[in-house]
Nanobody, 127 residues
């Protein structure tokens, strides 16, 4: 079983930056993909960025060019660097993971492809 714990959320002004972290522990998948999702009140959970174990990345159009997903394998930690934040980025951000083979790469931003989730970290962008 893999456990995921997010951190790094907070409040920031528009145009600011935050870096979210997702620490993985427990029994890791041999090969895997991981992703960041977000959910604002009254809205559906949205896939933001995904990372495959061999380094493939995928971003939603809404964050492309502003957010960067990366992983430190030595620390078993997934990151989401968020720059040029906007009010519409305000949401609870979740980390998720799944073993390779559940979904094809084109579906990495679909919440249905993930079996393990963290508890979330809140990001608020406001002036």
């Amino acid at each position: 079983q893999v456990q995921l714990v997010e951190s790094g959320g907070g409040s920031v002004q528009p145009g600011g930056s935050l870096r979210l972290s997702c620490a993985a522990s427990g029994r890791p998948y041999r090969t895997y993909y991981m992703a960041w999702f977000r959910q604002a009140p009254g809205k559906q959970r949205e896939g933001v960025a995904a990372y495959d174990w061999d380094g493939y990345t995928l971003y939603s159009d809404s964050v492309k060019g502003r957010f960067t997903i990366s992983k430190d394998s030595a620390k078993n930690t997934l990151y989401l660097q968020m720059n040029s934040l906007k009010a519409e980025d305000t949401a609870m951000y979740y980390c998720a993971a799944a073993p390779t083979g559940v979904c094809s790469a084109s579906l990495f931003l679909s919440w249905a492809c993930y079996s393990t989730w963290g508890q979330g970290t809140q990001v608020t962008v406001s002036s």
